[in-house]
Structures are given as structure tokens and as C-alpha cells.
């Protein structure tokens, strides 16, 4: 597609429902990013895929959050077990491959947890 | 590791006049730097981006920033700030080989008549 489509692009989940969270990138980007965005907070790292290797999960907050990427192009971010405390947007970006690289991003996903 | 600094948390221009907005970063080799804004409800969009080069760099909607290697900065300037500029900006820096961008906590700028 033309741009980084995320859904859905709003959120509302009773806490302790588990949620999914799609991505999908620009066709032909290798790299893959979640960000996550809370108040007066930034863009808090989540995860990054890059191609096949295997992803960098250093940001991921908990255990009860993971993610996937399937056939190097759509990825689902899943929270187990929402909290309160997950309550954020979150945002998805792709570049593409080599040192010449500006994130896309989507226009993320508000997940309110209540 | 690598981290940024925007001093400002809101900043306030009347329409016309100059902006700049402050980012500082810490990181041990040659940094790669960006600048994104955010408009209410959007995703971030690039305004630019400092590889290496001229220490100037400009970018989209007439913005410029410059790189200071002794200061550790690359501040966002403008000359003449207009209302649609109203939004958060976010000053980023990131490493060759696509590893994630370290964002700061971003400057939201509001313009007043």
C-alpha cells in the first residue's frame, strides 16, 4: 500500500481481555518498529523486525506483551492480560533496507483498557 | 547507550515570528539525527534527517536544523512560524544498519495570533 496502515484505530478492552494490534507495512520495507505512546511520555521502543532475522525484543514492558510478523509483511502486536497501565497508542513504522533510512509510520492504534 | 533531550516541554510563537526547538543527545559514535512532527491525531511525519555533510540541513515545510558536534545538539529552527505549524515535535537519533531510533519526550509548540 501507500503508506503504514494500522488497525484498529481505536481501542476499548475491559482490563484483563487480551488485545491484537495489526500493522501493515509498506510493501518492500524490511524493517518493522512498535512504539508505544503515552502521555507526556514519547515514543517508548517496543520491538523491531528486521527481515528474517530475529527480532529485538529489548523494549517489550512485560511478559504479556509479544509480537509477530508473518511472511516479512504484516505484524500483530498482542497484550495479554491488559492493564490499566497499557492504556496508549501505539505506533507501528517500516523503512526500508540500507543506511538511507526515515521511519513511515501509521497513525497507530488508541487502546484505552478500562 | 543513546538518549535525547528536548528541554522544552511547550513552547508558544506568535504567528510570524522565528522558532527554534532545542534537542541535545548522548550517544558515543557519529549519530544519525531526525526531527518528526506529529499533528493532533497523526502519525509522525519526517522533516528531516543529518547523516553526515553539511552541518545544515534542510527539510520539509521550511524547516532547518543544524548539527553541533561540540554541543551534542541539532536544533529545529524556522524564520517565520505559521498557524498550521501547531503540533509536537519529536527529535530523534538512530545508528547505520536500521537498529530502532531513540525518540524524545517531544515539544509541543502552539501559535497564537
Known amino acids: 500500500g501507500a503508506g503504514v496502515s494500522q488497525s484498529p484505530s481505536n481501542k476499548v478492552t475491559e482490563k484483563g481481555k487480551d488485545v491484537e494490534l495489526r500493522c501493515d507495512p509498506i510493501?518492500?520495507?524490511?524493517?518493522l518498529y512498535w512504539y508505544r505512546q503515552s502521555l507526556g511520555q514519547g515514543l517508548e521502543f517496543l520491538i523491531y523486525?528486521?527481515?528474517?532475522?530475529?527480532?529485538?525484543k529489548s523494549g517489550l514492558p512485560s511478559d504479556r506483551f509479544s509480537a509477530e510478523r508473518t511472511g516479512g509483511s504484516v505484524s500483530t502486536l498482542t497484550i495479554q492480560r491488559t492493564q490499566q497501565e497499557d492504556s496508549a497508542v501505539y505506533l507501528c513504522a517500516s523503512s526500508a533496507a540500507g543506511g538511507d533510512y526515515g521511519y513511515t509510520f501509521g497513525s497507530g492504534t488508541r487502546l484505552t483498557v478500562v | 547507550a543513546q538518549s535525547v533531550t528536548q528541554p522544552d516541554i511547550h513552547i508558544t510563537v506568535s504567528e510570524g515570528a522565528s522558532l527554534e526547538l532545542r534537542c541535545n543527545y548522548s550517544?558515543?559514535?557519529?549519530?544519525?539525527l531526525f526531527w518528526y512532527v506529529q499533528s493532533p491525531g497523526q502519525g509522525l511525519q519526517l522533516l528531516l534527517k543529518?547523516?553526515?555533510?553539511?552541518?545544515l540541513v534542510q527539510g520539509i515545510k521550511g524547516f532547518e536544523a543544524e548539527f553541533k558536534r561540540s554541543q551534542s545538539s541539532f536544533n529545529l529552527r524556522k524564520p517565520s512560524v505559521h498557524w498550521s505549524d501547531a503540533a509536537e515535535y519529536f527529535c530523534?537519533?538512530?545508528?547505520?544498519?536500521?537498529?530502532?531510533?531513540?525518540f524524545g519526550k517531544g515539544t509541543r509548540l502552539s501559535v497564537i495570533a
Open positions: 530523534a537519533v538512530g545508528a547505520r544498519g536500521n537498529t530502532p531510533l531513540v
Open positions: 523486525f528486521q527481515g528474517n532475522s530475529a527480532p529485538d
Open positions: 550517544y558515543g559514535a557519529t549519530p544519525y
Open positions: 510493501s518492500g520495507h524490511t524493517a
Open positions: 543529518y547523516f553526515s555533510g553539511d552541518t
